[in-house]
């Protein structure tokens, strides 16, 4: 065996002894978690250690989070470590009602460490540990719990609703409406056939809805699963597609060697408000890129446009075509594919000489109404005043 072998199984024994040295200078629960089994007792006493393998001194509060928290009373509300104290016990009693939530509820015993020093200058990190107490319900005799789930295929979704009997007698009948609003905010349901379903039995029930009722974005499906008079009601948001913002407009005149204000339009074509959208920019020449810049975030509401003004540095770009190529980011996780607007930068002269054009090319379709409009204006009130000439003029004569 060559000596780089040796070191190798040398370096990959001692690894392997870190990996298994390192739980022992820790510090734990055992065991992690309980179980409390309400058929079997409201009243419970329980025990757990905390460990303290670092061989650390240190104090800990004791105290108790969860719905069925009220129902705990910790014997044991402050642990006080010393380096020789390899672990401490907590003591707690259990003492539920007649009647808990069928099922599992959760009860967390809190153990939080007390930091000394308290100087808010100081940034110190404190150990929490958390002793989990599950609560086992007693189920009543007719008791389903239901999931919801979407599949999507080419034309339509499939709505599944997954029930399971954890009751203590069979169903005989189980069904599952859905509701949702379509694109045109019309209420639609449709549901599943009815199942028997027996103790202990899980079935999958299917609704089909077709695409064409939706458009792309987030709908709210609600559920309402009706057994032998009872019933269970859910909700879940349904994605169809996915969110999108385009650009819809950029400046296509800017003028050279200065600081320009630019106006952007984003379309939020998504049915949901979109929530930090930036857009990156790349400025080419000549099919090379030579500058970048980063609009500032704002939020869209849903299927509406948002225009940003804000301004770049132009100064080092001289009279010429330009390409900008934009990249919309949102939610710190979408990237749209690039899209690309053409410019022209210009003379200062140039551009002003543009604006003069653009304003009259704007004022003339209005000029041309107000003229319309004063002539229309001017033949009524003059046909108004003559009235009697047109009705009944012979009276005058």
């Known amino acids: 065996m060559t000596q780089t072998n040796k070191f190798k199984i040398v370096l990959l024994i001692l690894m392997i002894t870190l990996i298994f040295l390192q739980p022992v200078f820790a510090i734990g629960i055992q065991p992690a978690k309980s179980t409390v089994i309400s058929e079997e007792s409201k009243y419970y006493e329980g025990e757990f250690f905390v460990i303290n393998n670092e061989e650390r001194t240190f104090n800990m509060d004791v105290y108790v989070e969860g719905d069925l928290g009220k129902f705990v009373k910790l014997q044991t509300t402050r642990l006080q470590f010393t380096e020789k104290d390899k672990n401490l016990p907590v003591k707690y009693e259990i003492d539920l009602p007649d009647e808990i939530p069928p099922g599992v509820s959760e009860i967390k015993i809190v153990m939080e460490e007390v930091l000394i020093d308290n100087n808010p200058n100081v940034v110190s990190s404190k150990l929490i540990l958390k002793h989990k107490v599950s609560i086992q319900g007693e189920y009543p005799n007719k008791y389903v719990v239901v999931k919801l789930n979407f599949h999507e295929s080419e034309e339509k979704f499939d709505f599944i609703s997954e029930v399971e009997n ?99 339009d984003l379309l939020n074509k998504w049915n949901k408000e979109i929530k930090n959208v930036y857009v990156d920019v790349n400025i080419n020449k000549e099919g090379q890129k030579i500058d970048e810049f980063r609009t500032k975030s704002i939020d869209i509401k849903g299927e509406v446009t948002e225009r940003i003004n804000d301004y770049f540095d132009g100064k080092d770009k001289d009279p010429g075509s330009y390409s900008f190529d934009m990249i919309v980011n949102f939610w710190n996780l979408y990237k749209m594919d690039s899209k690309t607007f053409h410019t022209e930068f210009l003379t200062e002269e140039d551009f002003n000489k543009l604006g003069i054009n653009f304003s009259f090319g704007n004022l003339l379709p209005w000029i041309l109404f107000s003229m319309m409009l004063l002539i229309m204006s001017s033949y009524v009130g003059w046909r108004y005043i003559h009235r009697e000439k047109y009705e009944g003029g012979e009276r005058w004569k």
């Open 166 to 264: 954890l009751g203590k007698e069979d169903i005989s009948e189980v069904k599952t409406k859905f509701l949702v609003n379509d694109k045109d905010e019309n209420l639609r349901i449709v549901e599943t056939n009815s199942e028997p379903l027996k103790t202990k039995e899980n079935k999958l029930l299917n609704a089909k809805f077709e695409k064409r009722y939706l458009k792309q974005g987030e709908f709210l499906v609600s559920s309402v699963t009706e057994y032998d008079g009872f019933e269970v009601q859910l909700q879940k948001t349904l994605l169809y597609g996915k969110p999108e913002v385009e650009v819809t407009y950029f400046d296509k005149y800017f003028i050279a060697n200065k600081i320009n204000k630019y106006s952007m």
